[in-house]
């Protein structure tokens, strides 16, 4: 448990964050694509050839959505870098990640979001917008939470201190239909999914140092919560969206359980209205790691 007098949370409250750029290359879209596992059960899907090769070059290959994530890396900080405020790195999981369309190149505007003790955690809410350079165009919001172990207990645990910079209504609760779902997509990720998923920036040795892995809790590396994220999105993609990922508006996801490189994973999907509610499964321990909603611009032609 963080020691109280070692944390004020107005010093976070009112810290600026500086901005960050990010900028990317056709060759990053289509490393990030493949480490979320498109083309991966079959080279020439014909859904997904086009996140990783087009004919006309590859300037012309299209932006998986849940790609915009990446946006974050580099400008979400890290312990040292929160004003009294410190966590050991290697208790941080991913919580919650809300994000609204990509683009091409970016300034990232960071700002504190939320901050919940919850004794011997606390919760980091941080949101990144991003513009485009030039015409200031916002392309992109990114909200995520982080769950910090070890973090809580600095405030009095009577009256917990709690912070949001945004109304709690724009989380909608994600509850899962009792019905059967509209559609079901297994997808297998391979034992290296991890060790190919990092190239896209997200190098935190607990996806890839088995002994990281084991002072985490684990027993041997596990897969980026956001790389399941992306799996999860190319299944509504696939069956929902039936190949046409411009139809995808906004994404919701929180994520339950680690998986581990190498699982099947299993998305089911009920579809309502314009808003995909979705539910991802580890197949061979049969539990929920994922769960989320989707909403869409509109409904394909097939539907």
Sequence with gaps: MADPSAFNPQLLLSHKFPETTYTYT????????????????????????????????????KVLPTFSTLFSLGSVPQGKDLPGFRFDPRLLLHGQQHRSIQASSFKCHLSLAGLHDKGKAAVLEIE?????????????????????????????PSQPFTYRDYPANQL??????????????????????????????????????????????????????????????????????????????????????????GETLITEMWLQDLRVIYRVKAKDRNLAVLSGFVHLHGLAASL
């Design 172 to 261: 909608s609760a994600i509850r899962v239909p009792e019905g059967p779902p509209y559609a079901v997509f297994e997808d297998c990720t391979q034992p290296s999914q991890a060790l190919l998923y990092r190239l896209s920036g997200d190098y935190n040795p607990l996806h890839s140092d088995p002994m990281f892995a084991e002072v985490a809790g684990f027993p041997r590396p596990i897969l980026h919560g956001l790389c399941t994220l992306g799996f999860a999105v190319r299944a509504i993609i696939k069956r929902i969206c039936r190949g046409d990922p411009d139809i995808i508006k906004t994404i919701s996801g929180r994520f339950l359980l680690h998986v581990y490189p």
């Design 26 to 61: 056709e060759r990053d879209v289509a490393v990030y694509a493949l480490g979320v596992g498109a083309c991966g059960r079959y080279a020439i899907d014909t859904d997904e050839l086009k996140y990783v090769y087009h004919e006309k070059g590859q300037q012309f290959i």
């Design 128 to 156: 990144i917008r991003s513009y485009e350079e030039g015409s200031g165009e916002l392309l992109s919001l990114n909200r995520l939470s982080a769950f910090l172990r070890g973090a809580g207990g600095f405030s009095d």
